[in-house]
């Protein structure tokens, strides 16, 4: 007895009904296939993204966002900027008197080469 699908012994219908059965096994097992591979895609991303927003966050606590200058007490103290809600240095940061709240530069990408003003 091989183990091959032996359709010798049937009849034409009964070949295609073994047939349909087993091509839609097949499809069904794809189709979980696929789905857990997209489950299992969602769930790396959703991960990394996960990890590198806490990561960000810790090192904000210590660090500039914008131009990773630690922070000191009195000397750079950090400021939470009112637009993107990150700790901000004071070389990165403005006084808007209007909001009467801190905003980061945000056109300044690389602040440590600009001029200072
Ligand atoms: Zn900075
Ligand atoms: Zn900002």
């Given at each position: 007895m091989g183990r091959k699908l032996d359709l010798s012994g049937l009849?034409?219908?009964?070949?295609?009904?073994?047939?349909?059965?087993?091509q839609r096994d097949m499809k069904l097992r794809?189709?979980?296939?696929?789905?857990?591979?997209?489950?299992?895609?969602?769930?790396?991303e959703e991960g990394s993204r996960c990890s590198i927003l806490s990561k960000q966050?810790?090192?904000?606590?210590?660090?500039c966002?914008?131009?990773?200058s630690p922070f000191t007490f009195l000397v750079n103290p950090k400021r939470?900027?009112?637009?993107?809600?990150?700790?901000?240095c004071k070389t990165c940061r403005t006084y808007s008197k209007?909001?009467?709240?801190?905003?980061?530069?945000h056109s300044i990408e690389i602040p440590h080469l600009t001029q200072p003003f």
């Open positions: 009849t034409d219908d009964e070949a295609e009904h073994v047939l349909k059965v087993v794809k189709k979980e296939e696929d789905r857990l591979r997209e489950m299992k895609q969602e769930l790396a966050h810790r090192f904000n606590e210590h660090c966002i914008r131009c990773c939470p900027c009112l637009d993107c809600q990150y700790n901000i209007r909001e009467k709240a801190w905003l980061c530069t």
